[in-house]
């Protein structure tokens, strides 16, 4: 259901997820991580996890506590995605080095 006194904002062809990602928690923090909750999805990024931890009162995780799962195919396609989509290596502007 959508809510007709919300403006609905169209972004450029140039504008990245990461972008997205960055305006959503440092912007709207709040709802989006209620709406990511609300729809099971899971956030991810180091920057947002950080944003999420803050947000949420939460400490730093220690050594002890980082997360390294195991490997497996899906994890490292995942590892491979959020690396890419982390350092924006998507489109012609990635291999203007």
Not at 25 to 34: E, G, K, R
Not at 66 to 79: L, N
Request: glycine residues 8%.
């Amino acid at each position: 259901m959508a809510n007709e006194k919300h403006h609905v904002t169209s972004f450029g062809k140039d504008t990245g997820p990461t972008n997205i990602k960055k305006h959503f928690y440092t912007v709207h923090i709040a709802d989006w991580v209620q709406g990511c909750e609300d729809k099971g999805a899971k956030i991810t990024g180091a920057s947002a996890e950080r944003a999420v931890r803050m947000y949420r009162n939460l400490p730093e995780p220690t050594d002890l506590e980082a997360d390294r799962p195991q490997f497996s195919k899906d994890a490292f396609a995942d590892a491979l995605a959020e690396y890419i989509v982390g350092d924006d290596l998507v489109g012609p502007q990635a291999f203007d080095n």
